[in-house]
């Protein structure tokens, strides 16, 4: 009866692994080097606190505004006026709050009979006084300040508030040219704000990247578009940084040592994880390639993978590898658990401020299935790291979701008995995972 049973899980295995191969490319499997460092030489211009501005300036008949001589308009408030008919001259522009060294703001104006006038920055005064000269246009820019954009509008001669956008009065920023350079307008008033740039951050393997959904429907972009319809939100921007075949340390790695990835964090309002699947599954996928001597990081992996697989006596093979497979799985799985504390750690000190919901890893097999016995295990201790009590983030249980789920939609396309193996969820499945996401608490 033992052997019987061995000889079911086994073909059952082969048949799996024949799936995924064909499923997945190369670079799932292709692993990051852990001891990769990276040098960024650049300044660190993240400010600690809230950025903004205020700026003053001159206007005809009225002279220096605002009074007294030498105060500011605080952003986003206006300078100058939009029923008098009169002209802005010129103005100073400047930073406040906690500015970081070499951080500023920078500034240029046409004016009228000079044309674009030298760029200035940091309350040096652009324009003219006591020449008549009536500002045209501007461009305003930030100067080596990350997380923050400027944003500016005004009222010009003849054409109102501008810009109007979907029928409203909008705003243009970071250096885009406002009001006009060849209409002989006058530009009347501006008001300048400064909005800091927040992301909503995914991180995690294929199901974060989307795999399997509909475009646009991986649970990643459906939570995007509820976060972003939130008071609050409206500037939230995505960075989907999810990379198919990812294991807990190859993420740490990625954290540790990527740019980009380090830069979205820093601006980061929302977190997501989903990681841990391919903790299991590399290892399978390792461990026979060790065992029908192929080398998972070529580029033709996948399909010799799936020749050795259809040979003659692969499945004594896989049979004689399965011990080898458990051991190495529990190592990997046991890995996770190493990792997980220093993922949170990690992205907790690179986004001290964001919300960050984690997802649970779902069983695809069905527990009837001999490979439930194989997997289940495996990811119940993943599951049970990621819910360990006052760990500081809030939880998308998935198991539970896909467990205990009653629809009539399939959530995964995996099924034995019309050989369709790929362990994705479905964009049904998709639904589910972010429906649970808010299900995790979080409000905005």
Request: aromatic share 8%.
């Given at each position: 009866?033992?052997?019987?049973?061995?000889?079911?899980?086994?073909?059952r295995?082969?048949?799996l692994?024949?799936?995924?191969?064909?499923?997945?490319?190369?670079?799932?499997?292709?692993?990051?080097?852990?001891?990769?460092?990276?040098?960024?030489?650049?300044?660190?211009?993240?400010?600690?606190?809230d950025?903004?501005?205020?700026?003053?300036?001159?206007?005809?008949?009225?002279?220096?505004?605002?009074?007294?001589?030498?105060?500011f308009?605080?952003?986003?408030?206006?300078?100058?006026?939009q029923?008098?008919?009169?002209?802005?001259?010129?103005?100073?522009?400047?930073?406040?709050?906690?500015?970081?060294?070499?951080?500023?703001?920078?500034?240029?104006v046409?004016?009228?009979?000079?044309?674009?006038?030298?760029?200035?920055?940091?309350?040096?005064?652009?324009?003219?006084?006591?020449?008549?000269?009536?500002?045209?246009?501007?461009?305003?820019?930030?100067?080596?300040?990350?997380?923050?954009?400027?944003?500016?509008?005004?009222?010009?001669?003849?054409?109102?508030?501008?810009?109007?956008?979907?029928?409203?009065?909008?705003?243009?920023?970071?250096?885009?040219?406002?009001?006009?350079?060849?209409?002989?307008?006058?530009?009347?008033?501006?008001?300048?704000?400064?909005?800091?740039?927040?992301?909503?951050?995914?991180?995690g393997?294929?199901?974060?990247y989307?795999?399997?959904?509909?475009?646009?429907?991986?649970?990643?972009?459906?939570?995007?578009?509820?976060?972003?319809?939130?008071?609050?939100?409206?500037?939230?921007?995505?960075?989907?940084?999810?990379?198919?075949?990812?294991?807990?340390?190859?993420?740490?790695?990625?954290?540790?040592?990527?740019?980009?990835?380090?830069?979205?964090?820093?601006?980061?309002?929302?977190?997501?994880?989903?990681?841990?699947?391919?903790?299991?599954?590399?290892?399978?996928?390792?461990s026979?390639?060790?065992?029908?001597?192929l080398?998972?990081?070529?580029?033709?992996?996948?399909?010799?993978?799936?020749?050795?697989?259809?040979?003659?006596?692969?499945?004594?093979?896989?049979?004689?590898?399965?011990?080898?497979?458990?051991?190495?799985?529990?190592?990997s799985?046991?890995?996770?658990v190493?990792?997980?504390p220093?993922?949170?750690?990690?992205?907790?000190?690179?986004?001290?401020?964001?919300?960050?919901?984690?997802?649970?890893?779902?069983?695809?097999?069905?527990?009837?299935?001999?490979?439930?016995?194989?997997?289940?295990?495996?990811?119940?201790?993943?599951?049970?790291?990621?819910?360990?009590?006052?760990?500081?983030?809030?939880?998308a249980?998935?198991?539970?979701?896909?467990?205990?789920?009653?629809?009539?939609?399939?959530?995964?396309?995996?099924?034995?008995?019309?050989?369709?193996?790929?362990?994705?969820?479905t964009?049904?499945?998709?639904?589910?995972?972010?429906?649970?996401?808010?299900?995790?608490?979080?409000?905005?």
């Open positions: 009866m033992k052997k019987s049973i061995l000889r079911s899980i086994t073909g295995l082969l048949i692994l024949l799936m995924l191969s064909m499923i997945f490319s190369t670079g799932v499997f292709a692993a990051v080097d852990s001891e990769k460092t990276e040098t960024d030489n650049t300044i660190d211009t993240r400010a600690t606190g950025i903004g501005v205020q700026y003053r300036g001159h206007v005809q008949n009225k002279g220096d505004v605002p009074l007294p001589v030498g105060n308009v605080s952003g986003p408030g206006e300078l100058g006026s029923s008098e008919g009169l002209r802005l001259e010129g103005l100073r522009i400047e930073l406040t709050g906690d500015v970081p060294s070499g951080a500023g703001i920078s500034y240029a046409h004016v009228q009979n000079k044309g674009w006038m030298d760029t200035v920055e940091n309350g040096d005064f652009a324009g003219t006084t006591g020449e008549g000269l009536r500002i045209e246009a501007i461009k305003i820019n930030l100067t080596g300040l990350d997380g923050y954009e400027v944003y500016y509008r005004g009222h010009v001669q003849n054409k109102g508030n501008i810009p109007i956008v979907f029928n409203d009065w909008g705003w243009v920023k970071n250096g885009a040219e406002l009001g006009t350079t060849s209409e002989g307008l006058r530009l009347e008033s501006i008001q300048i704000k400064i909005v800091k740039t927040e992301t909503y951050t995914a991180l393997d294929s199901i974060a989307g795999m399997s959904a509909t475009p646009g429907s991986g649970y990643v972009n459906l939570f995007y578009n509820d976060l972003k319809g939130m008071s609050g939100n409206e500037d939230l921007s995505l960075v989907n940084l999810g990379v198919p075949g990812y294991t807990s340390s190859q993420l740490l790695n990625q954290l540790s040592n990527d740019p980009t990835t380090m830069a979205a964090l820093s601006k980061a309002k929302v977190v997501t994880v989903s990681v841990g699947g391919n903790n299991i599954l590399a290892p399978v996928i390792a026979l390639a060790a065992a029908f001597s080398d998972p990081t070529s580029a033709t992996f996948p399909a010799e993978l799936a020749a050795a697989l259809a040979q003659p006596g692969a499945e004594d093979i896989i049979t004689a590898t399965l011990p080898t497979i458990q051991t190495s799985v529990t190592a799985v046991t890995q996770f190493t990792d997980w220093q993922i949170i750690a990690t992205i907790k000190t690179l986004a001290p401020q964001a919300d960050i919901v984690v997802a649970t890893l779902y069983d695809p097999i069905n527990t009837q299935d001999p490979l439930y016995a194989i997997f289940e295990p495996s990811i119940q201790t993943i599951n049970r790291t990621i819910m360990t009590p006052g760990a500081g983030y809030k939880v249980d998935v198991y539970t979701a896909f467990a205990t789920y009653q629809g009539s939609e399939a959530l995964v396309n995996f099924n034995w008995y019309i050989g369709s193996l790929d362990p994705h969820p964009t049904a499945g998709h639904e589910l995972i972010y429906q649970y996401h808010l299900n995790a608490g979080f409000i905005n």
